[in-house]
């Protein structure tokens, strides 16, 4: 029997069905489903006999999605009622009594609160791989020399494995971020039945425990109408994404001809399809395009759920399809960083003459003259007119003489010439978290006792 009189028609079929998505659960719609017998019958719901039934099917029905021989149909609306379809084709009629005290609300919200942990775990891994990829390069490149840029121009020296260190520290806030969305999904929903509770004594504790939950959500309207937790995992994973973002950026920008600080390998590199000569960094740049994507998926989300009634809506179905895109797409792009990292040539030769240029030291003549008494003010503007002088006579600074030094200001001497000096613009930077080489070093040992320090 059903409740319709007429067929549903084909086209809100193809809106309303979910299952083209979400098979992808199909694994946790069996676990759960599993979790969920066995307590039906420990609470005397069911008996044993009929838990033996579903516990078999249910491994005949993961068999069959395993091996990709699940027989979907056309009239399949999701994988819930496919799932429960398929398992009372195979055990009979006691297969409708796996949906005793659940309903698909709290069955779905479970679902993909498991499939939300499981891929939040593995991000935290591709993470820790990732960096551990950064810190094994920044290690390799510890003392060469490269200008540090603000606003695209050269600012100060600083060390390459700086540089790259900055990228370990993005990653580890990110798993930080993964492992805050572990902590939202921590809570069972299962037990809220549609939204109020089920006509039965059942022990949500135990299907928690089966399951790995903490705990049950303590609200039933809540438990159906929660998706935090995806809107967490979207908002990490888009951070993270602009993190890669940046990164494919600079490597775009390293690539070229004009900055020709590195090159990618040929594995992960393209060719043109007309001019022979190239070589394309694409992974780098699609590191880089892949942010807004993310981006847009949390958005979307946002967007389904703001001003949505309590408790469970359709339009909470849509949460499937952005989780499932970002998921795979930020997969691919950390194990992309990771490939190309890895294989990355820099350019000592193109980063140190890039890092040679004088005027980037114009910072460390301003702190001599303060460390001759100078306010910092006063010797900003002594410099501004030191390096004027250079410019418009197409010299470099130390390309001046002590006569016209001393019409700038009477306190400089020959240390002018020493600050000038390469490395010593470097090595100067001396305070915590600065570029000077045992700064970096220190860095490195903090860095490497972090990564160590986790669980592997
Ligand atoms: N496919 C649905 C979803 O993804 C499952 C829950 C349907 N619940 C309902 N009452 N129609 O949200």
Redesign the pocket.
Known sequence: MSRFSQPQDSVFSALNA?IGF?WRLGPYDIEQSRAHAKMLAATGIISDGDRDALLGGLDRVAAELDAGEFPFRDDD????MAVERRLTEIVGAVGGKLHTAR???D??ATDVAMFTRAHALATIQSLQDLQSTVLGVAEAHLDWAMPGYTHLQRAQPVYLSHHLLAYFWMFRRDERRFESVLGSTTELPLGAG?LAGVNFATDRGLVARELGFASVVPNSIDAVSNRDFVLDFLAAAATCATHLSRLGAEIVLWSSEEFGFCEVSDAWASGSSIMPQKKNPDAAELLRAKAPRVVSRLAALHGVMHGLPLT?N?D??E??EGLFDVVDTLDLCLAAARGMLSGITFRRDRLADAASDQMIAATDVADLLVRRGVPFRQSHGIVAGIVREAVASGRSLAELSREELARHSPVLDDEYYSVLSQRSWLESKVSEGGTALDRVREQLAHARAELDGQPA
């Open positions: 979910s979400d609306e999701d994988i819930h309903s698909r609300n069955q779905v549609a469970y359709k909470l179905q949460d499937k």
